[in-house]
């Protein structure tokens, strides 16, 4: 199957500052991906869509100017938590779809101190 | 009402046994239904997609009922190995494109 990757796999940061993380589609094209938040126990939360070119769609209650999104290429998506705080402390999980099919990257552990 | 809805579990059979989730779905565009496997502390795995007309795989079948608006996976002769959090996805249209909307997800816990 399609492999989607995701780095840092886990970040510490202090409150305050900003935290970039990338999502990769390593062997297919991708010009939609998106972008999930997980609380612990709790399940994915569609955070926003990332449109190659354009401008992501976030859903509601998500801050765009908080969570910023890029898609440059057809195998890059990056969301930068600018100035973050530790309420921000999630596991943040990437994920492109292939052939109909949706493949998940491992995700990003974020701590805000 | 959540755009996706599982009852939040835990479910805690024995080996061998027969479980059923179900899951409900509000929008009635959606067009495309899936299973995921999430352990913990990893990201979701596919376990399987949902067709109109049901489909089988090994020891779990999924069935949707889009009268009802509901999907549903039932596991037979349930492992340890089967124990995780079982997530519905739900893609359904969204200002000209779609979106995977996940359910609450269901925890499994089977018992030795």
């Known amino acids: 199957g399609a492999v989607v990757s995701q780095h840092p796999s886990r970040v510490i940061c202090k409150s305050g500052t900003s935290v970039k993380i990338e999502c990769r589609s390593l062997?297919?094209?991708?010009?939609?991906m998106f972008w999930y938040r997980q609380f612990p126990k709790q399940s994915l939360m569609l955070m926003a869509t990332?449109?190659?070119?354009?401008?992501?769609?976030?859903e509601q209650g998500v801050e765009k100017d908080k969570f910023l999104i890029n898609h440059a290429s057809l195998t890059l998506s990056t969301l930068t938590v600018t100035s973050a705080h530790p309420e921000d402390s999630s596991f943040y999980i990437c994920?492109?779809?292939?052939?109909?099919?949706?493949?998940f990257g491992p995700g990003t552990r974020l701590t805000v101190t | 009402r959540k755009e996706v809805e599982q009852d939040p579990g835990p479910f805690n059979v024995p080996e061998g046994a027969t479980v059923a989730f179900n899951c409900t779905y509000s929008?009635?565009?959606?067009?495309?239904f899936f299973w995921y496997r999430q352990d913990c502390r990893k990201e979701p795995k596919l376990l399987m997609s949902?067709?109109?007309s049901g489909n089988e795989d090994g020891r779990f079948t999924a069935q949707l009922n889009r009268a009802s608006q509901y999907i549903s996976l039932l596991i037979r002769d349930s492992k340890l190995s089967d124990s995780a959090t079982y997530l519905c996805?739900?893609?359904?249209?969204?200002?000209?494109?779609?979106?995977?909307?996940f359910g609450t997800g269901t925890r499994l816990k089977v018992l030795a």
């Open positions: 994920s492109a779809i292939d052939a109909y099919e949706q493949y």
């Open positions: 062997d297919f094209q991708a010009t939609t």
């Open positions: 990332s449109n190659e070119g354009s401008k992501a769609t976030y």
């Open positions: 929008n009635s565009a959606s067009q495309s």
């Open positions: 949902v067709y109109s």
């Open positions: 996805v739900v893609n359904m249209p969204a200002s000209g494109t779609y979106k995977y909307i």
